[in-house]
């Protein structure tokens, strides 16, 4: 009697965790991001653009565009960065004209950003 409810039992376990699995393999939160862009703020008067091992349905908008872009899809990462105060060293850095950058990993659109300036 035992032995026929395992029979019974079994596939519907084995499938139950293969469903399982699969559902957690589709949802994790380890997806990697989608490329990179570097906006490059060094030179006062242009933007500089540049995009690497970006989606194939992503266009690379011209400087303006990708730091209005950038305003958007970073929104909650630089709503951080002025909440710990690493905003606020960036503007003192571009002040006295130290160059540096500063990586946005965490954008909605899954697409590193790195600023320069």
Same mark, same amino acid.
Do not use: W
């Given at each position: 009697m035992?032995?026929?409810?395992?029979?019974?039992?079994?596939? *519907?376990? *084995?499938?139950?965790?293969?469903?399982?699995?699969?559902?957690? @393999?589709?949802?994790?939160?380890?997806?990697?991001n989608n490329g990179v862009i570097i906006l490059n703020v060094q030179d006062k008067i242009n933007t500089y653009v540049t995009g690497q091992n970006l989606?194939? @349905?992503?266009?690379?908008?011209?400087?303006?565009?990708?730091?209005? =872009?950038?305003?958007?899809?970073? =929104?909650?990462?630089? =709503?951080?960065?002025?909440?710990?105060?690493?905003?606020? @060293?960036?503007?003192e850095n571009i002040k006295h004209g130290i160059h540096g950058q500063v990586e946005f990993r965490k954008c909605s659109d899954k697409i590193t950003r790195i600023y320069r300036y």
């Amino acid at each position: 009697m035992k032995l026929l409810r395992l029979i019974v039992k079994l596939p *519907l376990l *084995l499938s139950f965790y293969a469903v399982l699995a699969i559902s957690l @393999t589709a949802c994790g939160t380890l997806v990697s991001n989608n490329g990179v862009i570097i906006l490059n703020v060094q030179d006062k008067i242009n933007t500089y653009v540049t995009g690497q091992n970006l989606p194939k @349905t992503y266009k690379l908008g011209n400087g303006e565009q990708e730091l209005q =872009r950038f305003e958007t899809f970073c =929104r909650q990462e630089i =709503r951080a960065s002025q909440l710990d105060g690493s905003e606020e @060293t960036v503007f003192e850095n571009i002040k006295h004209g130290i160059h540096g950058q500063v990586e946005f990993r965490k954008c909605s659109d899954k697409i590193t950003r790195i600023y320069r300036y």
